[in-house]
């Protein structure tokens, strides 16, 4: 057990529907990260968030977005969905030094 | 980012050790070398990182090539748990993101 927490676990939704995906990051974590991994894509770093600030961004479709809120859970909202966007989605945690990164157990993404 | 090349997939018995290469040979100077693993359904997991000397750890060591054009994850004894995705990624310090390549599968035959 990483300490990191994702829920839903599983999340089956239409096309053009919105999804919120949720993270808690280990006690104490100030950095929260988002990653995607697709099969054929395979894993691909998303956006990070350190202490409420966004604070580097990867390859994040304009269609998502996130954030941090002051108790340091993180949201990843997924909207206008297409069956593309299926994907496992982790989050991971990290503190300053030595800046491991912690991964939750994901949310499977479904849409259909 | 700079590269790292590993082979696809590799295979050991039980028991026997492992050694995972990885060539990275544009690294900069103030790359660190990281290694996670992937195991079959969960989020990738920490395994060790180093920036020049050979570390240890309990789960494994890192052997880092005296240039740091390549290293070497060594598992002292392969375990059916350790069947995983290997991934080398190098990453600049401080809070970075890690950049995952396509990382070694590694079997482990009982």
């Known amino acids: 057990d990483s300490g990191v927490t994702q829920t839903p676990k599983h999340l089956i939704t239409a096309t053009g529907q919105r999804v919120t995906l949720r993270c808690s990051p280990r006690?104490?974590?100030?950095?929260v990260y988002w990653y995607q991994q697709s099969l054929d894509q395979g894993l691909q770093f998303l956006i990070q968030?350190?202490?409420?600030?966004?604070?580097a961004k990867g390859n994040i479709l304009e269609r998502f977005s996130a954030q941090q809120f002051p108790d340091l859970h993180s949201e990843l909202n997924l909207s206008s969905l297409e069956l593309g966007d299926s994907a496992l989605y982790f989050c991971a945690s990290s503190a300053l030094p030595p800046d491991t990164q912690y991964f939750g157990p994901g949310t499977r993404l479904t849409v259909l | 980012d700079a590269k790292t090349t590993q082979p696809n997939s590799m295979e050991s018995n039980e028991e026997e050790p492992v050694h995972l290469p990885c060539n990275h040979s544009?690294?900069?100077?103030?790359?660190?070398i990281h290694w996670y693993r992937q195991l079959p359904s969960q989020g990738p997991e920490y395994v060790i990182h180093g920036l020049t000397s050979n570390v240890n750890n309990r789960m494994a060591s890192l052997a880092i090539a005296e240039d740091r054009k390549s290293s070497t994850l060594i598992l002292h004894r392969a375990t059916l748990r350790d069947a995983a995705v290997y991934y080398c990624?190098?990453?600049?310090?401080?809070?970075?993101?890690?950049?995952f390549g396509k990382g070694t599968r590694l079997s482990v035959i009982a």
């Open positions: 006690s104490g974590d100030l950095s």
């Open positions: 544009t690294i900069s100077g103030t790359d660190y």
């Open positions: 968030y350190y202490n409420g600030e966004e604070r």
């Open positions: 990624i190098l990453r600049a310090p401080g809070n970075t993101p890690l950049v």
